[in-house]
């Protein structure tokens, strides 16, 4: 009896000194910024220290972090703002300083369905002007569903737009007559790239980019410009894809997931001619955006990707040596919530979005900094 | 005794049918899918078939949905949409006479739409089963259900006769 509650003793205090170990260990901490936004989206970052948030409800907001204050944009075009859609993705042109264009994604109604469209605006004092729209995307669908709606600026100042399968329409992603299921790439105006792919079909629309797609949600490119898209898997078959101009990556045909029913969409996860994912996750953890990280700020995760998750609720940083994941550590668990965003802003800090679906305004910005600062 | 005897002789004639529409349906939809993937240049390989078919026979049983706060499967939202057809159809047979196999037949027709009707309302107009996607798809689907309640019918009848034969020997 004696020597029991001897080792128990041992045990506890070893356990006790171990826990107090690990908790102390972390290298940065998470500061809530700002809750109360309502089922933010995205979040893009102003010259002068501000962010730009869209509320998926149709709000474009602006948090001032040094006064801790919240100002909604005004003259945002109407959305539909129904399920998976509304105000999406918004970015500042590569040249921002000089032009003050933000573009925005967005789901409307049209007589022909519901679909994604993409606009630019000038921001003027909380206020957008010359609001523009440049592209409409041929993908109109009943639902509300699987727009994609990620939007990037590559080095050459071109756009692209990452448009979804609407769900129901998943087969049309691999026919290039429509822009179900496809990455889009156009210039800032909404002409057309001379330098679009060139695919073999007669009706294939031109600012298609590459084709094959579900619901990509994420879409960045690293410090040499190569491009990365993750998307959205059925029941499993969540990818992470590197995007190269003109080729197939295989939804519906070959997949890695199966359908909410139980049933196959495709006995086959490869095929030649179609591309397969550098990772894939089952099961899925509804990706929802990612970012590279380059900042010196935290030197040992300098290089990696963070990508967010939505189910239930975590970031994943992938180590990527030669375009493949060599480790995948699962980070913010703590946070405990849906993780629509993260982003790298130009101190070096993480700053994550959480989109409290289910309890409106619940949504949060969250910075995630040193933990010795 | 009798009505124990007659209970259990319609839900025997219950569960065949709604197995065999189940499979049905099942079997309809892995076809939809191998076929378009057919169209897209695949090889499908008789194993390839009998795999993809069996798979789903297993899927069915995966839960779709939660309904107060019980898991569903493929298999339970089609016996539960089927029981309330054919349950429906006997209480409007108690009132107006109509002719018992295709009243049972277009409950089954109904019941089965009205699974792609209510998936429909539930997720934002999202069609969980998509080979039910096209009019063609769907019709099919629909008609499964239709020989699902004609079958029902024919196994209710004959069980009855069995009992009333037993019943006056």
Avoid at chain 1, 27 to 52: A, R, S, V
Avoid at chain 1, 338 to 355: A, E, P, Q, V
Avoid at chain 2, 33 to 60: A, C, E, M, P
Wanted: charged share 20%; hydrophobic share 40%.
């Amino acid at each position: 009896m004696k020597k029991i509650i001897k080792y128990s003793l041992i045990f506890t205090i070893f356990f006790s000194l171990s826990y107090s170990v690990n908790a102390n260990d972390k290298i940065y901490k998470l500061e809530t910024l700002y809750e109360g936004l309502d089922m933010p989206w995205d979040i893009d970052f102003l010259p002068n220290g501000d962010f730009l948030v869209s509320e998926l409800t149709g709000n474009l907001k602006i948090y001032n972090p040094s006064l801790k204050k919240i100002i909604t944009v005004t003259n945002v075009p109407s959305v539909l703002a129904r399920s998976q859609g509304g105000l999406s993705d918004v970015e500042l042109h590569p040249d921002f300083e000089l032009n003050n264009l933000i573009y925005l994604s967005y789901s409307i109604k049209t007589k022909e369905g519901n679909t994604l469209q993409v606009s630019r605006a000038k921001l003027h004092e909380n206020n957008l002007i010359d609001i523009e729209t440049i592209h409409t995307a041929q993908a109109f669908r009943k639902t509300s569903a699987h727009y994609g709606a990620r939007l990037l600026f590559l080095d050459d100042n071109t756009l692209l737009i990452s448009s979804g399968d609407g769900f129901n329409h998943r087969e049309k992603a691999q026919e290039l007559d429509n822009h179900f299921g496809k990455i889009l790439r156009i210039n800032d105006d909404g002409s057309i790239p001379s330098d679009n792919p060139i695919f073999k079909r007669d009706n294939a629309l031109k600012d298609i980019f590459t084709y094959g797609h579900r619901n990509q949600q994420g879409l960045t490119k690293d410090i040499n410009g190569l491009i990365y898209s993750h998307e959205h898997g059925p029941k499993g078959g969540d990818e992470l894809n590197i995007i190269y101009p003109g080729l197939n990556y295989g939804w519906p045909a070959i997949t890695y997931g199966i359908d909410y029913s139980g049933s196959i969409i495709s006995p086959f996860n490869k095929k030649e001619g179609m591309e397969q994912p550098i990772k894939y996750w089952t099961p899925s953890i509804a990706l929802s955006d990612m970012t590279f990280y380059y900042s010196d700020l935290f030197p040992e995760w300098y290089g990696n990707l963070f990508i967010s998750a939505l189910s239930p609720g975590d970031v994943r940083r992938l180590v990527i040596k030669d375009n493949k994941v060599v480790s995948e550590e699962i980070m913010f668990k703590e946070i405990n919530s849906r993780i629509r965003s993260i982003k790298s802003s130009k101190n070096g800090n993480l700053i994550i979005l959480t989109d409290g679906r289910g309890k409106k305004n619940s949504g949060k910005i969250i910075k995630v900094s040193p933990n010795n600062l | 005794m009798y009505l124990i005897k007659l209970f259990f002789s319609l839900l025997l004639a219950f569960i065949f049918s709604a197995i065999l529409t189940s499979f049905f349906i099942l079997f309809q939809n892995t076809i939809w899918n191998i076929f378009w993937l057919k169209t897209q240049g695949f090889d499908i390989s008789f194993v390839v078939l009998v795999d993809s078919l069996l798979h789903d026979l297993r899927g069915g049983l995966s839960p779709i949905l939660i309904q107060w706060g019980i898991p569903i499967n493929m298999y339970g939202v089609i016996f539960i949409a089927l029981f309330f057809g054919y349950f429906l159809t006997a209480i409007i047979r108690l009132i107006i006479p109509i002719n018992s196999m295709f009243s049972y037949g277009f409950a089954g027709f109904a019941s089965v739409y009205g699974i792609i009707f209510y998936t429909k309302m539930t997720f934002d107009g999202i069609v969980l089963i998509s080979s039910a996607r096209q009019l063609m798809g769907l019709l099919i689907f629909c008609l499964i259900g239709f020989f699902g309640g004609i079958i029902f019918n024919q196994l209710k009848e004959f069980f009855l006769k069995v009992q009333i034969y037993e019943k006056n020997n």
